[in-house]
């Protein structure tokens, strides 16, 4: 398929009014489908500055992995990622030799990586590599997880889902707060329908990202979990220690995430259903994230789609415009009619 120049503009305004969607070509499941009929399925890393790389590799790795990830092995990682988050660069010695423990091929190029494995983990810590990092995976058209942050801005996360359509290949991003045993039992009923929720976690701010993009996006996608799309606006309450965003959903509902920068950190909340109150968290690891990529790569069906992806980070990028304009109400149609 030819390389088509990526026109934000039109695909934000589709997107709009269509749902923004990762449509299959014919040729993407089938050759999932010989990769799982030949063995193994070869698993490749990009970005060893985090350390999700070297936790979901053990996952995999397991002798006593979940039968869903059986039959995955991490074979080759590359470990260039963040040139300027000092934190970030300060791991990727450590993680490339844990990951050398493991037999997995330390590789300097993605295209070299690419060549020599079937699905690819993109877990550069640093958001504003993705885009760069995903095409070449898109264009050899092997699928990826991208893990959180999706992108350091809502204009590029939405350029890597247009190139996925435009390739037909499989993609989904998301937080392992998602896949909270809590969580699934809201989402499966347990309260009934969901009126409101409110969250909290962490907000450690990264001066090369929008500030809820570096951590926030955590409790933000437990808060997206239960109260599905359909935010319309934003207001922001920020101080030094601590951040109150409350977003107003078009059906009239509330869900506010409470970001913590100050005195004990932890994850968690409520939400608030037709049938009860039900308790989010406590976090139980990575496992079920893994477990959830793992399904992912063998069905080809993202279990987050693009456009609730996309809406998350048009909720984080309104809740930047409404701190800067002194806690005034912003629209997410607003920020997305800036691409």
């Known amino acids: 398929m030819q390389n ?10 589709a997107a709009a009014r269509a749902g923004v969607g990762v ?3 014919a040729g993407t499941l089938p050759a999932m489908a010989n990769i799982i009929a030949g063995g193994a399925i070869r698993v490749g890393i990009i970005g060893l500055d985090t350390e999700h790389s070297v936790a979901f590799a053990r996952i995999f790795h397991a002798a006593d992995a979940p039968p869903d990830v059986a039959g995955f092995r991490v074979v080759a990682a590359c470990p260039h990622g963040s040139s300027d988050i000092p934190s970030s660069l300060a791991m990727i010695p450590g993680y490339t030799e844990e990951m050398k423990k493991m037999g997995v091929e330390i590789i ?5 990586l690419i060549s020599k494995v079937d699905v690819v983990l993109l877990e550069t810590n640093d958001g504003r590599l993705h885009l760069g990092q995903a095409l070449p995976v898109l264009r050899a058209r092997k699928p990826v ?5 999706v992108a350091a801005s809502l204009a590029d996360a939405v350029a890597i889902f247009k190139a996925a359509r435009e390739y037909g290949v499989p993609v989904f991003s998301s937080s392992s707060l998602r896949y909270m045993d809590s969580v699934r039992q809201i989402q499966n009923g347990k309260i009934g329908r969901v009126t409101g929720a409110d969250v909290y976690g962490p ?4 001066k090369t990202h929008p500030d809820l993009f570096w951590y926030g996006i955590h409790a933000i996608e437990a808060l997206y979990a239960v109260m599905g799309t359909g935010c319309q606006s934003v207001t922001r309450t920020y101080t030094e220690g601590t951040d109150v965003v409350v977003g107003l959903w078009n059906d009239g509902r509330i869900g506010t995430f409470r970001g913590i920068r100050t005195g004990t950190q932890d994850f968690g909340g409520y939400a608030i259903g037709e049938k009860g109150i039900a308790t989010i968290g406590p976090w139980e690891g990575y496992r079920p994230l893994v477990v959830e990529i793992a399904t992912f790569f063998r ?3 993202p279990p987050v789609s693009p456009e609730e ?9 309104a809740a930047d415009r409404s701190k800067h304009n002194g806690g005034a109400p912003a629209s997410l149609q607003q920020v ?4």
Do not use: C, Y
């Open 309 to 317: 992806t996309a809406e998350l980070f048009a909720f984080m990028e």
């Open 23 to 25: 449509a299959l070509s």
């Open 203 to 206: 907000a450690i701010i990264e």
């Open 4 to 13: 088509r120049t990526i026109d934000r503009r039109n695909f934000i305004g």
């Open 145 to 149: 997880f991208i893990d959180k942050p």
């Open 108 to 112: 300097d190029s993605i295209d070299v």
């Open 299 to 301: 069905t080809g069906q």
């Open 336 to 339: 997305k009619e800036l691409i």
